[in-house]
């Protein structure tokens, strides 16, 4: 008998121009029609080709999503948590207020746009905490712990688990109570008022 070689699955090659006509059809549509309307055939009639390019490249409408929505975060230039380190933990959070504030109107445009897919859609809420949520989360834990090595905060303060979703969920929430996105100014005033005298910390 013969065995039968595998053959393994390849990803094409496309331009990094090319991939980012990928990633602004999917955000256009998605702006345009939200994400249960969004469709691979939308999408690729978009960007004219074929959908099996977009399946070969990203297997599913949730993955492509998240790799376009963290793709336009880099086109942009923005600064992300990571590179915060001002020597404080009030100065981190105060930064990371301000790379916030740079994001809050575009990206919560976008996320709005997700609607009730981002709450009942399991494969969309994995490739967003992959792509976008886990990199900011981790970023968080890098901040606490040079706090608690300075001997800011004790590493077992109860506020701190409690920080990404503050800073977070602010971004989300003032355009529904406020009508207003979070600019830069809202957010180092909620930073000053609630998260640092909930760790301990005067403003």
């Known amino acids: 008998m013969t065995s039968t070689p595998q053959v393994t699955a390849r990803r094409s090659k496309i331009t990094p121009e090319r991939e980012q006509e990928f990633y602004d059809a999917v955000l256009e ?48 230039g923005d600064r992300t948590l990571a590179s915060v380190d001002t020597g404080t933990l009030a100065g981190d959070l105060r930064e990371a207020a301000l790379i916030a504030a740079c994001t809050s109107g575009r990206d919560t445009r976008l996320t709005q746009a997700l609607g009730h897919a981002v709450l009942s859609d399991e494969e969309l809420q994995g490739a967003l905490r992959e792509a976008l949520v886990e990199p900011e989360l981790t970023a968080f834990d890098a901040i606490v712990a040079r706090a608690v090595a300075r001997g800011e905060i004790a590493p077992d303060h109860p506020a701190v688990e409690f920080l990404p979703a503050q800073l977070m969920g602010v971004l989300r929430i003032r355009p529904v109570l406020e009508g207003r996105y979070a600019d830069a100014d809202y957010l180092v005033r909620f930073v000053d008022a609630a998260l640092l005298p909930s760790l301990g910390i005067s403003p």
């Open 29 to 76: 549509q998605l702006r345009e029609h939200g994400y249960e309307a969004l469709t691979m055939e939308g999408i690729a009639a978009r960007a004219c080709c074929g959908k099996s390019t977009l399946y070969r490249q990203w297997k599913t409408k949730p993955r492509l999503v998240a790799a376009a929505l963290r793709a336009s975060r880099a086109s942009r």
